[in-house]
């Protein structure tokens, strides 16, 4: 599996700290760690370029994070995998809809997100 530039966006430091964590740990280059759709468009607009966000689906400030990956797909080329909390039937058909490249549920297991960033990685 090939190493990502990986940008995270999450409102809760534990969980944007665990997603590092986890990511760097299996060889991925994590790029910073957004909590809102503006930051995540400010630091994907200055990084080099990016193969995924790993986004939550409520973000600070009411934020949404379907509608920031959307904006991060059409700006800056960026792919989306959800980890989130919100995965009623509701929220994942409106994601789903959008076509992320995944969806893992909180809480999750660190082996639940790699199996996800790698089938990314493989479809990259």
């Known amino acids: 599996m090939r ?10 430091a534990v969980i944007a700290l665990d997603l590092q964590d986890i990511l760097t740990e299996a060889g991925h280059v994590v790029v910073g760690i957004a909590m809102t759709t503006a930051q995540a468009l400010r630091m994907a607009g200055a990084s080099a370029p990016l193969d995924l966000a790993v986004l939550d689906i409520d973000l600070a400030r009411g934020d949404d994070g379907i509608e920031a990956a959307d904006r991060l797909r059409r700006e800056h080329g960026v792919e989306a995998l959800f ?6 039937e509701e929220e994942r ?3 789903l809809g959008w076509k992320p490249l995944g969806f893992v549920g909180k809480p999750y297991l660190p082996s ?4 996800a960033v790698e089938r990314v990685a493989v479809v990259s």
């Open 3 to 12: 190493s990502l530039r990986v940008m995270i966006v999450e409102d809760e």
């Open 83 to 88: 980890v989130s909390a919100h995965m009623e």
């Open 112 to 115: 639940q997100v790699l199996a």
């Open 93 to 95: 058909a409106r994601g």
